[in-house]
C-alpha cells in the first residue's frame, strides 16, 4: 500500500510530528489534535477508528480515489470532532454500519458509502456531526440511521438504494436535513420512530420509494418545509400514534395509495401544500383524536375512484381556504364523532359528490364555493347534520341532498344552474333552510317528497324551469315540509304539458305566508303516473287473454298456481280467517322475446281486478331510468319510477345490469338499495318484477342478497319451439288478415328449425319480424300485379321468407 504522510499545523511539533506512515491505523496513533492527514489513492483493508480531531482526506484532484474496505466491521468510526473528506467507504458486514459516528461534532464531506451494511451511516449517542454532499448506496440496509439521542446537519447529501429506510431516526434522535434527495429505498423514504424523536427537513425530495414516503409513528415528531414526496409504492405520507407532523410548501404527488394517512390520535399540520395524482384518498384521516388542518392548500387530480379527502372512527379534518379540485368525490365525513370544519374553500370539477356525510358525522362549511359536482352535499342519515353558512353551489346536477333522517341546517347558501334540483329531501330526512336561494334550476328549486318534515324559512326561488317549489307526499303520511315567508317567481322555461298528480299534498304552512309561495303544482310529464288505465277487465277475461298466448305452458300454471294463493287469501280474509302472506314480487328469466313483458302486464290487470293493485298498470325500465350519472341522481331517478308504479308493476328489464360483473363504484348498487328500501316500505302499493337472462339473472340474486330475499318466486320462460314460433306468425297473419298458402307453414317450420339459435335469437320477436319481413316482400311481388285477386293480396308463400342469416 502506498505511504500516509501526517503534517501539523503548529511549527513547534512539525520536525515531531511530520512523517511518512505504512498504514492508516498507524497515521492515527501518531496524529493529534489538529492534525491533518492526506492519504494517496489506493484501497485500504483497515478498520478505521478516529479517537482526536484531526483532519482525514484524500489527494487533491483524485476524488474518490481512497477507498476504505475492510474485509468485516466497521469500516470508519468517528468518536471526536473529527473532519474528514473525500473518502470512498465500502462494508459489507450485515450487523454493523459501513460509517459510525458515535460522539463529537466532526464534519463530514464528499464522502460516497457504498455498502450492504446494517446502516450506510449511523450516528447515536451524543454526536452532532455536519455532513456535506455525501452519498449512500446500501442494498443491504438503512441508509441514513440517527438514533440514541443524537443530532446533527445533513447537507445536499443523498440516499441512492437503501435496502430498508432511506433514513430512519429514532430513539429519541432529532437532526436535520437540509436539500437532501433519498430515493430508491425499499422501506419508508424517511421514517421516524419514538418519543422524542424529531426531524426537521428542508428542501429535500424523496421518490422511487418502495413503501410510504415519510412515515411518523410512536409520539414522533416532524417538520418538514420545502419538500416533495413522489412515486411511491405505499402511501404518501403515514402517520400512526400519537405523530406529529407538520408540511409547509410541501408537494407530494404521483402516489399510488393514499397521499396522506393518519390515525391513532396523530396530528397533521399542511400549510400551503399541494396533494395531487392519488390513487386512493388525499388526505384519509382516522380515530379519535386523530386531526389534521389544511391551511392555504390546493388537493386535485386524483387517479383513481376514492373521496380527496376522508374522514371516518371520529377523527376532525379543518379545511381553510383551501382548493379541492378534479376529484371523483371531494369530502367524505363518516361515522359518529367525525367532523370536518371548512371554510374558505373551493371545491369544483367533482365527478360526483362534493361533500357526503353520513353514519352520525357532522360538518360546518362557512363561505365556500362549490362548483361542477354532480352533487354539492348530500347528507345521507340518521344523526348525520351540521351546517352550511354563507355557501354556493353553482353548475351542480344536485345542490344539497338530505336523506334517511338527516338533519342538518343551511343558511344563506344559494344554488346556480342545478340540472335536476337545487335542494332535495327525501326518505326521511329532515333539515332547516333558511335564507336560502335556487336559480336557473333546469329542475325543481325545493324538491320534497314523501312527506320529509323538513323547515324552510325566507327561501327563494328564480327560474326554476319545473318550479321553484315540490312538496310530494306520495305515501300518504299526512306530514310535509314546515314552509314561512318563502318566494317565488314561478317562471319556467320549458312548456311541458302536465297531468294531475294524486300524489302531490299541500304543505304545512304556518300563519303568515298567504300566498308567498306557490300552491303545489302539478307535476310534469316527465315524471307524471302514467294515464290511468281503461276499466279493469274481469279476471277470468285476463286469465283468458293469457291462456291464448303461444306456448309457456309452464308460466301459465306458475301465474295461475299464485293467482289461485291471492284470490284464496282474500277470500279467507272477508271471511274473518288468517291468510297466508304470498309475495307478489317476481323473477322472470330467459331469453329475450319469449313474452315476460306481456305476462307481467296481464299480473298486473289479474292483480287490479282481483282488488290487491290499485291500477294495475306497467310501468317498464331498465338501468338507463334508474341509474344516472352521479351519486345522488340515481336514488332520485328510482325513486321517481316507482312512484310512477304506484298502485302497479314495476317492470325492471335486463335487471342484471345494475350489479355488473366489475362494478367497483358503479351507481347501479345505489339503485338496488333504493328499491330494495322502496319494496319493503311499501310492500302492498307496488308489484316489482325484475326480468332478464336466465344464467345472469342468477348471478344478480346471488351477489345481492337483500333483493332476492324480496321475491316469492322465479318463473323461467323458456325459448320458443318452431312450431310455436309458426303459430305465432299464423296469429299475426290472423290479426292483419293474411293466410299461409299451401306449402308455406312447411317452409316456415323448417325456416325456424334452421334458424341459428344463438344469444341474440328472439323467439317470439323473431317470429313477428319475421312475419313482417314476409309482408313487405309479399307486397314487392304484389305491386307488380295490375289487378291482384283476394288471394294475391292475402296469401302468403314459401318465397316470401326472407333469407337465412
Same mark, same amino acid.
Given at each position: 500500500?502506498?505511504?500516509?504522510?501526517?503534517?501539523?499545523?503548529?511549527?513547534?511539533?512539525?520536525?515531531?510530528?511530520?512523517?511518512?506512515?505504512?498504514?492508516?491505523?498507524?497515521?492515527?496513533?501518531?496524529?493529534?489534535?489538529?492534525?491533518?492527514?492526506?492519504?494517496?489513492?489506493?484501497?485500504?483493508?483497515?478498520?478505521?477508528?478516529?479517537?482526536?480531531?484531526?483532519?482525514?482526506?484524500?489527494?487533491?484532484?483524485?476524488?474518490?480515489?481512497?477507498?476504505?474496505?475492510?474485509?468485516?466491521?466497521?469500516?470508519?468510526?468517528?468518536?471526536?470532532?473529527?473532519?474528514?473528506?473525500?473518502?470512498?467507504?465500502?462494508?459489507?458486514?450485515?450487523?454493523?454500519?459501513?460509517?459510525?459516528?458515535?460522539?463529537?461534532?466532526?464534519?463530514?464531506?464528499?464522502?460516497?458509502?457504498?455498502?450492504?451494511?446494517?446502516?450506510?451511516?449511523?450516528?447515536?449517542?451524543?454526536?452532532?456531526?455536519?455532513?456535506?454532499?455525501?452519498?449512500?448506496?446500501?442494498?443491504?440496509?438503512?441508509?441514513?440511521?440517527?438514533?440514541?439521542?443524537?443530532?446533527?446537519?445533513?447537507?445536499?447529501?443523498?440516499?441512492?438504494?437503501?435496502?430498508?429506510?432511506?433514513?430512519?431516526?429514532?430513539?429519541?434522535?432529532?437532526?436535520?436535513?437540509?436539500?437532501?434527495?433519498?430515493?430508491?429505498?425499499?422501506?419508508?423514504?424517511?421514517?421516524?420512530?419514538?418519543?422524542?424523536?424529531?426531524?426537521?427537513?428542508?428542501?429535500?425530495?424523496?421518490?422511487?420509494?418502495?413503501?410510504?414516503?415519510?412515515?411518523?409513528?410512536?409520539?414522533?415528531?416532524?417538520?418538514?418545509?420545502?419538500?416533495?414526496?413522489?412515486?411511491?409504492?405505499?402511501?404518501?405520507?403515514?402517520?400512526?400514534?400519537?405523530?406529529?407532523?407538520?408540511?409547509?410548501?410541501?408537494?407530494?404527488?404521483?402516489?399510488?395509495?393514499?397521499?396522506?394517512?393518519?390515525?391513532?390520535?396523530?396530528?397533521?399540520?399542511?400549510?400551503?401544500?399541494?396533494?395531487?395524482?392519488?390513487?386512493?384518498?388525499?388526505?384519509?384521516?382516522?380515530?379519535?383524536?386523530?386531526?389534521?388542518?389544511?391551511?392555504?392548500?390546493?388537493?386535485?387530480?386524483?387517479?383513481?375512484?376514492?373521496?380527496?379527502?376522508?374522514?371516518?372512527?371520529?377523527?376532525?379534518?379543518?379545511?381553510?381556504?383551501?382548493?379541492?379540485?378534479?376529484?371523483?368525490?371531494?369530502?367524505?365525513?363518516?361515522?359518529?364523532?367525525?367532523?370536518?370544519?371548512?371554510?374558505?374553500?373551493?371545491?369544483?370539477?367533482?365527478?360526483?359528490?362534493?361533500?357526503?356525510?353520513?353514519?352520525?358525522?357532522?360538518?360546518?362549511?362557512?363561505?365556500?364555493?362549490?362548483?361542477?359536482?354532480?352533487?354539492?352535499?348530500?347528507?345521507?342519515?340518521?344523526?348525520?347534520?351540521?351546517?352550511? &353558512?354563507?355557501?354556493?353551489?353553482?353548475?351542480?346536477?344536485?345542490?344539497?341532498?338530505?336523506?334517511?333522517?338527516?338533519?342538518?341546517?343551511?343558511?344563506?347558501?344559494?344554488?346556480?344552474?342545478?340540472?335536476?334540483?337545487?335542494?332535495?329531501?327525501?326518505?326521511?330526512?329532515?333539515?332547516?333552510?333558511?335564507?336560502? $336561494?335556487?336559480?336557473?334550476?333546469?329542475?325543481?328549486?325545493?324538491?320534497?317528497?314523501?312527506?320529509?318534515?323538513?323547515?324552510?324559512?325566507?327561501?327563494?326561488?328564480?327560474?326554476?324551469?319545473?318550479?321553484?317549489?315540490?312538496?310530494?307526499?306520495?305515501?300518504?303520511?299526512?306530514?310535509?315540509?314546515?314552509?314561512?315567508?318563502?318566494?317565488?317567481?314561478?317562471? $319556467?322555461?320549458?312548456?311541458?304539458?302536465?297531468?294531475?298528480?294524486?300524489?302531490?299534498?299541500?304543505?304545512?304552512?304556518?300563519?303568515?305566508?298567504?300566498?308567498?309561495?306557490p300552491a303545489p303544482r302539478q307535476a310534469p310529464a316527465a315524471i307524471a303516473a302514467p294515464e290511468e288505465p281503461a276499466p279493469g277487465r274481469p279476471s277470468e277475461e285476463v286469465l283468458g287473454e293469457l291462456d291464448t298466448l303461444v306456448g309457456l305452458d309452464s308460466v301459465k300454471r306458475e301465474v295461475r298456481s299464485l293467482i289461485n294463493m291471492i284470490e284464496v287469501g282474500r277470500r279467507r280474509q272477508e271471511a274473518g280467517l288468517k291468510a297466508a302472506s304470498v309475495r307478489r314480487h317476481l323473477v322472470f328469466t330467459g331469453s329475450p322475446g319469449t313474452g315476460k313483458t306481456t305476462v307481467a302486464r296481464l299480473y298486473g290487470e289479474i292483480l287490479h281486478s282481483l282488488g290487491v293493485l290499485e291500477r294495475g298498470h306497467l310501468v317498464e325500465v331498465s338501468r338507463v331510468d334508474l341509474v344516472g350519472e352521479?351519486?345522488?341522481?340515481?336514488?332520485? $331517478?328510482?325513486?321517481?319510477?316507482?312512484?310512477?308504479?304506484?298502485?302497479?308493476?314495476?317492470?325492471?328489464?335486463?335487471?342484471?345490469?345494475?350489479?355488473?360483473?366489475?362494478?367497483?363504484?358503479?351507481?347501479?348498487?345505489?339503485?338496488?338499495?333504493?328499491?330494495?328500501?322502496?319494496?319493503?316500505?311499501?310492500?302492498?302499493?307496488?308489484?316489482?318484477?325484475?326480468?332478464?337472462?336466465?344464467?345472469?339473472?342468477?348471478?344478480?340474486?346471488?351477489?345481492?342478497?337483500?333483493?332476492?330475499?324480496?321475491?316469492?318466486?322465479?318463473?323461467?320462460?323458456?325459448?320458443?319451439?318452431?312450431?310455436?314460433?309458426?303459430?305465432?306468425?299464423?296469429?299475426?297473419?290472423?290479426?292483419?288478415?293474411?293466410?299461409?298458402?299451401?306449402? &308455406?307453414?312447411?317452409?316456415?317450420?323448417?325456416?325456424?328449425?334452421?334458424?341459428?339459435?344463438?344469444?341474440?335469437?328472439?323467439?317470439?320477436?323473431?317470429?313477428?319480424?319475421?312475419?313482417?319481413?314476409?309482408?313487405?316482400?309479399?307486397?314487392?311481388?304484389?305491386?307488380?300485379?295490375?289487378?291482384?285477386?283476394?288471394?294475391?293480396?292475402?296469401?302468403?308463400?314459401?318465397?316470401?321468407?326472407?333469407?337465412?342469416?
Amino acid at each position: 500500500m502506498g505511504t500516509v504522510q501526517v503534517t501539523h499545523s503548529g511549527t513547534s511539533r512539525w520536525r515531531r510530528r511530520t512523517g511518512e506512515y505504512s498504514s492508516l491505523a498507524a497515521a492515527l496513533e501518531a496524529a493529534g489534535d489538529g492534525d491533518v492527514l492526506t492519504v494517496p489513492a489506493g484501497t485500504y483493508r483497515e478498520n478505521l477508528v478516529l479517537q482526536r480531531s484531526v483532519t482525514l482526506r484524500g489527494p487533491e484532484g483524485a476524488r474518490g480515489s481512497v477507498r476504505i474496505a475492510p474485509a468485516d466491521g466497521v469500516a470508519l468510526t468517528i468518536r471526536a470532532s473529527a473532519t474528514v473528506h473525500d473518502l470512498h467507504l465500502e462494508a459489507t458486514d450485515s450487523a454493523s454500519p459501513a460509517l459510525l459516528v458515535e460522539d463529537g461534532a466532526p464534519e463530514l464531506a464528499d464522502i460516497r458509502v457504498v455498502t450492504r451494511s446494517a446502516a450506510g451511516i449511523e450516528v447515536r449517542g451524543g454526536a452532532r456531526p455536519t455532513v456535506r454532499r455525501c452519498t449512500v448506496d446500501n442494498a443491504g440496509g438503512v441508509g441514513i440511521s440517527v438514533l440514541d439521542g443524537a443530532g446533527g446537519v445533513f447537507e445536499e447529501c443523498e440516499v441512492m438504494a437503501a435496502g430498508q429506510a432511506g433514513v430512519a431516526v429514532r430513539g429519541g434522535a432529532h437532526p436535520r436535513l437540509e436539500n437532501c434527495r433519498i430515493h430508491h429505498a425499499s422501506g419508508a423514504g424517511l421514517s421516524l420512530t419514538g418519543d422524542g424523536s424529531a426531524v426537521e427537513a428542508v428542501g429535500c425530495e424523496l421518490y422511487e420509494i418502495k413503501g410510504a414516503g415519510v412515515q411518523v409513528a410512536a409520539r414522533a415528531t416532524g417538520h418538514l418545509t420545502d419538500c416533495t414526496v413522489h412515486r411511491t409504492t405505499a402511501d404518501g405520507v403515514t402517520l400512526d400514534t400519537d405523530a406529529v407532523l407538520t408540511l409547509a410548501d410541501c408537494d407530494i404527488h404521483d402516489i399510488p395509495e393514499n397521499a396522506v394517512d393518519l390515525r391513532s390520535r396523530s396530528v397533521l399540520t399542511l400549510t400551503r401544500s399541494t396533494v395531487r395524482h392519488f390513487g386512493r384518498n388525499g388526505l384519509s384521516v382516522w380515530d379519535p383524536g386523530t386531526r389534521v388542518d389544511a391551511n392555504q392548500c390546493e388537493i386535485h387530480d386524483s387517479t383513481g375512484d376514492y373521496p380527496a379527502v376522508w374522514v371516518s372512527d371520529g377523527a376532525t379534518a379543518v379545511l381553510d381556504s383551501t382548493r379541492v379540485h378534479d376529484v371523483p368525490d371531494a369530502l367524505f365525513v363518516l361515522d359518529r364523532g367525525s367532523r370536518a370544519d371548512v371554510v374558505d374553500c373551493d371545491i369544483a370539477q367533482v365527478r360526483n359528490t362534493a361533500v357526503s356525510v353520513s353514519d352520525g358525522a357532522t360538518v360546518q362549511l362557512d363561505d365556500c364555493r362549490i362548483r361542477e359536482a354532480s352533487t354539492g352535499a348530500w347528507f345521507r342519515d340518521h344523526g348525520s347534520g351540521g351546517t352550511l &353558512a354563507n355557501c354556493t353551489i353553482d353548475g351542480a346536477q344536485t345542490g344539497v341532498i338530505v336523506t334517511k333522517g338527516a338533519d342538518p341546517t343551511i343558511e344563506g347558501c344559494t344554488v346556480s344552474s342545478p340540472a335536476e334540483a337545487g335542494f332535495y329531501v327525501s326518505a326521511e330526512g329532515r333539515g332547516t333552510f333558511h335564507s336560502c $336561494r335556487v336559480t336557473g334550476s333546469s329542475g325543481f328549486g325545493f324538491h320534497v317528497i314523501d312527506g320529509c318534515r323538513t323547515t324552510l324559512t325566507r327561501c327563494r326561488t328564480e327560474r326554476c324551469a319545473r318550479g321553484g317549489y315540490e312538496f310530494a307526499d306520495a305515501h300518504g303520511t299526512g306530514v310535509g315540509p314546515t314552509v314561512e315567508d318563502c318566494t317565488s317567481d314561478e317562471s $319556467r322555461t320549458t312548456q311541458a304539458p302536465t297531468v294531475t298528480a294524486p300524489t302531490v299534498q299541500q304543505a304545512t304552512q304556518t300563519a303568515g305566508l298567504l300566498g308567498n309561495i306557490p300552491a303545489p303544482r302539478q307535476a310534469p310529464a316527465a315524471i307524471a303516473a302514467p294515464e290511468e288505465p281503461a276499466p279493469g277487465r274481469p279476471s277470468e277475461e285476463v286469465l283468458g287473454e293469457l291462456d291464448t298466448l303461444v306456448g309457456l305452458d309452464s308460466v301459465k300454471r306458475e301465474v295461475r298456481s299464485l293467482i289461485n294463493m291471492i284470490e284464496v287469501g282474500r277470500r279467507r280474509q272477508e271471511a274473518g280467517l288468517k291468510a297466508a302472506s304470498v309475495r307478489r314480487h317476481l323473477v322472470f328469466t330467459g331469453s329475450p322475446g319469449t313474452g315476460k313483458t306481456t305476462v307481467a302486464r296481464l299480473y298486473g290487470e289479474i292483480l287490479h281486478s282481483l282488488g290487491v293493485l290499485e291500477r294495475g298498470h306497467l310501468v317498464e325500465v331498465s338501468r338507463v331510468d334508474l341509474v344516472g350519472e352521479h351519486i345522488g341522481s340515481t336514488a332520485i $331517478r328510482t325513486q321517481e319510477a316507482f312512484d310512477r308504479a304506484r298502485g302497479g308493476v314495476l317492470f325492471v328489464d335486463e335487471a342484471y345490469a345494475l350489479s355488473p360483473e366489475d362494478s367497483g363504484r358503479d351507481f347501479g348498487k345505489e339503485a338496488i338499495d333504493t328499491l330494495v328500501k322502496l319494496m319493503e316500505d311499501h310492500r302492498d302499493a307496488v308489484v316489482v318484477i325484475v326480468a332478464g337472462y336466465t344464467a345472469e339473472m342468477e348471478r344478480f340474486l346471488a351477489v345481492n342478497p337483500g333483493i332476492s330475499s324480496r321475491f316469492s318466486r322465479t318463473i323461467r320462460f323458456g325459448d320458443y319451439a318452431p312450431e310455436e314460433l309458426l303459430r305465432i306468425v299464423e296469429q299475426q297473419g290472423e290479426e292483419h288478415e293474411y293466410r299461409l298458402a299451401e306449402g &308455406a307453414g312447411e317452409a316456415l317450420l323448417k325456416y325456424f328449425t334452421t334458424l341459428p339459435k344463438g344469444p341474440s335469437f328472439g323467439n317470439g320477436r323473431t317470429a313477428r319480424q319475421t312475419f313482417e319481413a314476409m309482408v313487405e316482400r309479399h307486397a314487392g311481388r304484389v305491386a307488380e300485379l295490375t289487378e291482384p285477386s283476394t288471394d294475391d293480396l292475402t296469401l302468403l308463400y314459401a318465397e316470401d321468407l326472407p333469407e337465412l342469416p
